[in-house]
């Protein structure tokens, strides 16, 4: 199903009876999405400088209070715990869960700071907007994103290398995607690398590190943004003893237009 159409309003509320279990790219044409990171609060202060030092990574947008499961002002009435489509948890750095839903931690403990990170698919429609391909949504398939050698600022206990996005983009294209994309940092803003996958450490753009492999045509260039799961690339080479994230291409839908986070 085509689910541009909906509210944000209507897709959390399928996604919190269970009747949505999808990546969400091409979801609420014009809403913003974002990425999900929840902590205990003794790690919280840490994130929270670690997102300040790396803001194409990590484009914060909301915090949080201890304990409270929703984010008031992208998303008020939202449940951090069951809005999204897929979780995951992390102990000690190691994927040990993938969940539809996480409130039995928030109810099995009162100290979780969740943090909700810009996302590339809010830069989507106006890519859209201005006839440029998005081959995933086109494809039906999650976005592809890769490990890369680019290091993040370290910040108290976190640190690691920056997950990158890919979208092909025709050649004649790459300027007008560069320039739009560029308008919006607080979705993670203009590309970090383009056409030279090799010199970011990306050796294989047919078995991506997290969602799916796209065609790539005759007439395109590979074009990597920076992308909201580096905080899992970071909790995998940190190990805090506990995180909460998404999982890859599963945003949480705000209730924010994305023409309202350009400069």
């Not at 294209?173 to 056409?195: E, S």
């Not at 909790?235 to 350009?262: Q, R, W």
Request: proline letters at 9%.
């Amino acid at each position: 199903m085509n689910y541009s159409a909906f509210t944000p309003a209507e897709i959390r509320a399928l996604i919190r009876a269970g009747k949505l279990d999808a990546p969400t790219t091409g979801y609420c044409d014009g809403y913003a999405q974002g990425n999900l990171v929840v902590l205990p609060k003794a790690l919280a202060w840490d994130f929270l400088l670690f997102c300040q030092r790396n803001p194409k990574a990590c484009p914060l947008l909301e915090v949080a209070d201890a304990g409270e499961r929703s984010f008031f002002q992208f998303a008020p009435g939202s449940d951090i715990a069951q809005d999204i489509p897929r979780y995951r948890i992390y102990r000690n750095g190691e994927l040990t869960e993938e969940t539809t839903d996480v409130v039995r931690y928030f109810e099995e403990r009162s100290d979780l700071v969740s943090f909700l990170i810009g996302c590339s698919f809010s830069f989507e429609s106006a890519l859209l907007d201005a006839n440029i391909p998005v081959r995933q949504i086109e494809e039906c398939v999650n976005v592809p994103m890769y490990n890369t050698n680019i290091p993040c600022t370290p910040a108290g206990v976190f640190s690691g290398n920056m997950v990158v996005s890919m979208r092909p983009i025709p050649h004649a294209q790459v300027p007008a995607a560069v320039a739009i994309t560029a308008g919006m940092p607080r979705v993670h803003g203009a590309p970090v690398q383009i056409g030279t996958p090799e010199a970011i450490g990306i050796t294989d753009l047919a078995h991506p590190d997290y969602g799916d492999a796209v065609t790539l045509r005759p007439g395109e260039t590979p074009v990597f943004w920076p992308c909201g799961v580096t905080p899992q690339a970071v909790v995998m080479h940190s190990k805090p003893e506990f995180c909460i994230t998404h999982a890859p291409g599963y945003m949480f839908v705000t209730d924010v237009k994305n023409t309202l986070l350009k400069f």
